[in-house]
């Protein structure tokens, strides 16, 4: 049974710093992304971030690109994304997804696990 358990989202100041975490169990990192989407009220779910399994390399929204960094320790089953330089636009409930089980690009791709997510809202 996979689970994927996020954590570290809160209430910041414009221009703080944040950093969540996706604890996984039951997994196994599989070829494809890894990755951060979010979804503001109103909004259609975006694609943060993704960490691709084998070659390591990550990807960016371009509206996230600078500010947030993406990575994995394997060695404790954890995805972080840390946020820095948040702005109001940053705030949204924050997923994270496992197991890219569609081709195509990966913020439009389609997961086989979904976490319960973590609300992150910058004032």
């Known amino acids: 049974h996979v689970q994927l358990v996020e954590s570290g989202g809160g209430s910041v100041q414009a221009g703080g710093s944040l950093r969540l975490s996706c604890i996984s169990s039951?997994?196994?990192?599989?070829?494809?992304?890894m990755g951060w989407f979010r979804q503001a009220p109103g909004k259609e779910r975006e694609g943060v971030a993704c960490f691709i399994t084998p070659s390591l390399h990550t990807s960016y929204a371009d509206s996230v690109k600078g500010r947030f960094t993406i990575s994995r320790d394997n060695t404790i089953n954890t995805l972080f994304l840390q946020t820095n330089s948040l702005k109001p636009e940053d705030t949204a409930m924050y997923y994270c997804a496992a197991e890219q089980v569609s081709h195509g690009v990966w913020w439009e791709a389609e997961f086989a696990y979904w976490g319960q997510g973590t609300q992150v809202t910058v004032s």
């Open positions: 039951g997994y196994t990192y599989g070829r494809g992304c």
